[in-house]
């Protein structure tokens, strides 16, 4: 894929994309489009997104393009897990020096190319640009032709310079670099009717792990993991489902969009976080592709999971009722945890909605009640006054607001990326109860809030 | 003595080395009230925070110029300029330290003339310091940037002033942990001197907890202190890597100085001890008398066990230094060293080899080892050889306590030898049950 001004308009504006809707297709989605403002911007960068999308296909090789920085601080240190090869933990990268800077770096990642296969043979490798290489004009696709031809392997390049745009864009970059070289370029050994694809679910934790079984017991089948645990070959089939469904975010909605003209899959939105969200996402699948034999065996499945579910939460729900939280997530995940929240009996006071759609936001406010706060923008002084004046009892957000919550002595859940622990499906909840429960409760709240015993103020005689 | 190898190849693989601006951010963390301002695009300061944020399990204050695709080819004094003014606004800095990234640096920004011209533009920051190191990811490593931006900090911040006979400045290199630099302090203290140390993590990086949520950093080095260092009788740099920071005193306002490369082995702790004896004038506290007992006896307790040990290190080459000398002084042998960047005392290790290289030729040279050091990324290859890993250097993610590990000073020493003793005493244990 040649990553050219046209290209990356038409992934900013992608249609199908709720952010646009409104405009006719036409406005860019704000999200993406952004402008990353001089000393405020915060995020991760369009290859830090490519990245995240790619990085769990799990037989691949991952090279990067460019000087240390992009892949010497980011190796190995992304969430997902694998079922089997280890091959995408490890960092590969051409690491330029100046002389390469000045004369180019083509040379060198042809090589690096030939040298990773030679010494790993992996399924694929994925070959991202970044800020430098794009800069001195590195021609990456040429380079990744040749190098295919020459190894025999799928050399797939991924132009995704940092300073084209934020994360969210990246994603896309990812998910484009999937359909164009990916997608459809073998075919499955089987087919059933009942085979689906699961688009943007990228299995931190091994989230994907408290869902497949569900599958498996429906019959429902995984052809393509896009990407979480997921293998090259596998993706490559993934033509071939008959539904594709993408998993709480919109970050991969060009691939849903573009594989649904191109091959005729269909796509649904779903999530896996809450009790009710589970249960809608296994019975909206058996609707679009099963029948009413699939859709009998959905419902026995799901009054089997609940009722194993409430006997789990019960001891939680009784120690978390009543209390509240702030959320302060992205995008779609906002609602569902939303709704997570409310199966434990817990009221959540405000919640971010910087990266949501107007539909998620209507949803959101449904969800919240009346009182609930819609926080707008959200930088680390803002979240503390919000939780200040909701009396919130702790923040559920992303890890780099991880110490903002805890020098201000307010408990804390990790919910993004790099959290350790999988909230889908129903296990999922139960995990997450146990480990609201834990955090709230901990006994350590009560010491670190209490004053040295020298620092309390005495009562002065005379009253 | 030692021979220095870089493997010829083109693809780096499981990197062992940081970029220059990630190191520039650290030394700047060390002086108080600073905001940090990589000029880049975002994603290289994302990066770098994340990795600070899960080494020290901090808030790490860090920003960006922000430079976009067509930012970068027009040129990127909008950028900085707009975030100078967007971080004053915002945080209410002290200092701001600014450095430069792979990206900025191919474009070929003229740093010198934008800030000047800022300057110019904007005489309401007349009062703010704004220190420039020059940090490009495509040369170098970690331990260079923050050494480039020691150099900058002397080179821009101190005055002359008079003499101060107890005065002395710790330039301390990025070999040190914010532990060891609170050990460093209070060793210096105990010989009545007044000490000025740069940069001085141990008051930001610490890990402690205090009143008031802040976007910059709320301890370290203070510009007062700063500006006053021209007055030190001496400078201490720790740390082969400080020198150049220390020749700038010494040339600005004649201070003279002396490296000492390692505060990690009997030998070093004297020397520096002495050293401080010498400056002060005053005998070695009885503390520390007593503490040097200690750590002979515990050099005679754990010497069974190191050796002989084959250990295989991969380090920045100052940390390397000290460690290697470490392990040598109690009879361990050193199986592989790797590092990531030049040095002059590399050549001076008494290795036979030492690699400028990756992980994938660490993994390769360790095999045969009794023991891995190195940081966390180490922990896969540690599983796949059956090795036990003691963590050391940067990052290191799947440990707690790195704002106040201390490996310096007896006491550090010591703590180190029944570390690593530990682990060589269970390995041998789970050996003698089979
Ligand atoms: S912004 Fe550019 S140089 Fe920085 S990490 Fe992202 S791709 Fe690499």
Redesign the pocket.
């Known amino acids: 894929m040649k990553l050219t001004q046209g290209k990356i308009n038409e992934l900013l504006s992608e249609s199908a994309c709720e952010h646009n809707h409104k405009k006719d297709g036409k406005g860019k989605n704000k999200s993406c489009t952004q402008v990353a403002q001089p000393g405020a911007a915060q995020g991760g960068?369009a290859?830090?997104g490519a990245m995240i999308a790619l990085v769990p296909i799990t037989d691949a090789a991952h090279l990067v393009h460019?000087p240390i920085?992009?892949a010497g601080n980011s190796w190995g240190s992304r969430g997902s897990l694998s079922s089997g090869p280890m091959l995408y933990k490890m960092g590969f990268t051409t690491d330029l020096t100046e002389n390469e800077i000045i004369f180019g770096g083509e040379k060198k990642l042809y090589k690096a190319i030939l040298e990773i296969k030679e010494r790993y043979n992996p399924a694929a490798i994925f070959v991202y640009s970044?800020?430098?290489t794009a800069l001195i004009g590195d021609d990456l696709n040429a380079v990744c032709q040749k190098a295919a031809e020459k190894t025999g392997v799928p050399v797939v390049p991924v132009n995704s310079?940092?300073?084209i745009g934020s994360k969210n864009l990246g994603n896309r970059v990812g998910g484009e670099a999937l359909l164009e070289y990916v997608v459809g370029t073998r075919e499955p050994e089987l087919t059933t009717p009942y085979d689906i694809n699961l688009i943007g679910e990228y299995n931190i934790a091994g989230e994907l792990w408290n869902v497949l079984p569900l599958f498996q017991k429906i019959g429902i089948r995984v052809l393509g993991q896009i990407t979480g645990d997921g293998r090259y070959q596998d993706i490559a089939c993934a033509h071939r489902a008959k539904l594709n469904v993408m998993i709480c975010s919109k970050a991969l909605i060009n691939m849903a969009r573009k594989m649904e003209e191109s091959y005729g899959i269909p796509y649904i939105e779903e999530s896996f976080y809450g009790v009710e969200d589970m249960n809608r996402c296994l019975r909206n699948i058996a609707a679009k592709i099963g029948d009413s034999v699939l859709q009998g065996r959905v419902e026995q499945l799901i009054a089997s999971e609940m009722e194993k579910l409430n006997e789990a939460l019960l001891p939680y729900r009784k120690r978390l009722k009543g209390k509240r939280v702030v959320l302060y997530t992205g995008g779609v995940k906002s609602w569902s945890i939303i709704s997570a929240a409310k199966d434990l009996g817990i009221e959540v006071c405000a919640t971010s909605t910087k990266k949501s759609t107007e539909e998620d936001k209507a949803r959101i406010k449904e969800l919240l009640g009346k009182d609930g706060i819609m926080l707008e923008k959200g930088n680390a002084q803002e979240l503390l006054r919000v939780i200040a004046q909701t009396k919130a009892d702790m923040l559920i957000a992303g890890g780099r607001n991880q110490y903002t919550a805890l020098k201000a002595r307010i408990p804390f859940l990790d919910i993004n990326q790099e959290r350790h622990h999988p909230y889908a499906g129903y296990e999922g909840l139960v995990e997450l109860a146990r480990e609201l429960d834990e955090a709230l409760h901990s006994p350590v709240w009560q010491q670190i809030r209490k004053p040295a015993p020298w620092e309390i103020e005495l009562p002065s005689v005379e009253d | 003595m030692a021979t220095i190898t870089t493997p010829r190849k083109s693809v780096a693989v499981n990197p062992l080395k940081q970029s220059q601006p990630l190191g520039a951010a650290l030394a700047f963390l060390g002086l108080k009230g600073v905001m940090p301002l990589f000029h880049?695009?975002?994603?290289?300061t994302a990066?770098a925070k994340v990795m600070l944020v899960r080494h020290f399990r901090e808030a790490i204050p860090l920003s960006t110029t922000a430079m976009t695709e067509v930012s970068t080819i027009l040129g990127g004094e909008d950028n900085v300029e707009q975030a100078i003014l967007t971080l004053v606004e915002k945080s209410k800095p002290s200092m701001i330290g600014l450095c430069t990234?792979?990206?900025t640096e191919t474009r070929g920004d003229d740093m010198t003339g934008i800030l000047q011209t800022i300057r110019k533009r904007h005489p309401e920051l007349h009062d703010l310091p704004i220190v420039f190191a020059s940090t490009p990811d495509f040369k170098g490593a970690l331990q260079d940037g923050f050494a480039a931006t020691v150099t900058s900090i002397m080179k821009e911040l101190p005055r002359a002033g008079e003499t101060r006979c107890n005065q002395i400045t710790l330039l301390i290199g990025s070999a040190f942990a914010p532990g060891d630099v609170q050990e460093i302090k209070e060793i210096v203290a105990a010989f009545g001197l007044h000490a000025i140390a740069v940069p001085d993590l141990s008051l930001s990086l610490d890990g402690h907890l205090d009143g008031d949520y802040n976007t910059v950093t709320t301890g370290g080095t203070t510009l007062a202190e700063l500006r006053e260092i021209g007055s030190s009788v001496y400078t201490l740099a720790l740390g082969e890597s400080m020198r150049a920071a220390a020749e700038t005193l010494e040339a600005q306002f004649g201070i003279p100085y002396e490296v000492f490369t390692s505060l990690s082995n009997l030998d070093a702790v004297d020397s520096f001890l002495e050293g401080l004896a010498d400056l002060s004038g005053l005998p070695v506290p009885d503390k520390y008398r007593h503490q040097r007992s200690q750590l002979q006896d515990a050099m005679l307790d754990t010497h069974f066990f190191f050796g002989r040990k084959q250990v295989s290190l991969a380090l920045e080459p100052d940390l390397l230094w000290s460690t290697v000398h470490f392990l040598q002084s109690m009879g361990a042998e050193i199986r592989a060293a790797v590092t990531t960047t030049k040095s002059p005392l590399l050549e001076q290790l008494p290795v036979e080899t030492i690699t400028i290289g990756d992980l994938e030729d660490f993994e390769q040279l360790a095999i045969g080892s009794d023991l891995l050091i190195g940081n966390s990324h180490l922990a896969a290859i540690a599983r796949r050889l059956h090795l036990p890993l003691y963590r050391l250097g940067f990052p290191i993610f799947d440990r707690l306590g790195n704002g106040q590990r201390c490996t310096v000073g007896y006491r550090g020493v010591m703590q180190l030898l029944f570390d690593l003793g530990n682990l060589f005493l269970e390995q041998e244990e789970a050996q003698t049950r089979h």
Do not use: R
Not at chain 2, 40 to 44: A, K, L, R, V
């Open positions: 960068c290859f830090d460019g920085a992009c970044t800020c430098v310079p940092g300073f | 880049g695009s975002q994603g290289c990066f990234t792979g990206l």
